[in-house]
């Protein structure tokens, strides 16, 4: 069993297995076209329309069963080397029987770009101190684009009330989830209670535009003395992350 190269290989085979699973688990054709609702404009505008969604339902379902009896086959056909642990860790096999396939690609990018700048910023500060949040924004930047992750500045422009805002990053592609990215930096104790605000309020705001949101807080002086606590309420809304950094 080869093992998969990470990157858009990796991803398309997780998304393939993913949807076949997702579709064993749809009980009919009604729930298959809710979900998939763009598959009703494939359907004729005249004549049996109900047996032509039927049968684009059961298309779909040999489809599913088709990919999930191969991989029970071949689950079944390397279970020694799978109980060895002498498969490639990240080869298919190993990563629908770990069951990391079933995690979205969305949130492994958002806690890829998490991790990526909570190793950044610190080591960038290491022989200078941050002069302002938006020193802190450009060692965030510079960290993406060394990474090849491309992530638009300062925009969309986001009306709110009589005011616009825009989020210091954003990740906006068609037919896709927004992610917009904020840093905040904590260089003095009392700014602790500000950042708490703004976070909220960006929060009521990116939501209404159907993003999820990544907070990155800079925190040299540790002002956060428990950072679970500092996350528990920001993260409890779903589509909210919280890195914190020092």
């Not at 060692?139 to 500045?153: D, K």
């Not at 990740?171 to 950042?195: H, Q, W």
Request: one cysteine or more; charged letters at 25%.
């Amino acid at each position: 069993m080869d093992a998969l190269k990470d990157g858009a290989d990796r991803t398309h085979a997780e998304n393939y297995v993913r949807f076949a699973a997702k579709l064993e688990q749809m009980p009919n054709s009604d729930a298959f076209f809710e979900e998939y609702s763009e598959l009703f404009d494939s359907l004729p505008a005249t004549g049996d329309v109900e047996a032509y969604g039927d049968g684009i339902w059961h298309l779909f379902q040999r489809h599913q069963r088709t990919v999930n009896e191969a991989l029970e086959s071949q689950l079944k056909a390397h279970v020694t080397q799978m109980r060895r642990g002498t498969l490639p860790s990240n080869c298919l096999l190993r990563i629908v029987y770990s069951g990391l396939h079933n995690i979205d690609s969305r949130i492994k990018y958002i806690e890829r770009l998490s991790e990526l700048i909570c190793k950044s910023i610190p080591a960038a500060f290491q022989t200078q101190v941050a002069k302002n949040e938006r020193h802190v924004q450009d060692i965030g930047e510079a960290a993406f684009i060394a990474a090849q992750e491309t992530l638009q500045r300062e925009s969309p422009q986001i009306p709110f009330s009589t005011v616009t805002t825009k989020p210091d990053f954003a990740n906006v592609t068609a037919g896709t989830m927004p992610l917009f990215v904020e840093f905040k930096f904590i260089n003095i104790r009392k700014r602790l209670n500000s950042i708490i605000t703004e976070m909220t309020s960006r929060i009521t705001i990116y939501k209404r535009q159907g993003a999820w949101i990544l907070f990155i807080v800079y925190d040299p002086i540790r002002a956060i003395t428990d950072d679970d606590k500092f996350k528990r309420d920001f993260t409890s809304e779903e589509g909210v992350w919280v890195g914190t950094v020092r």
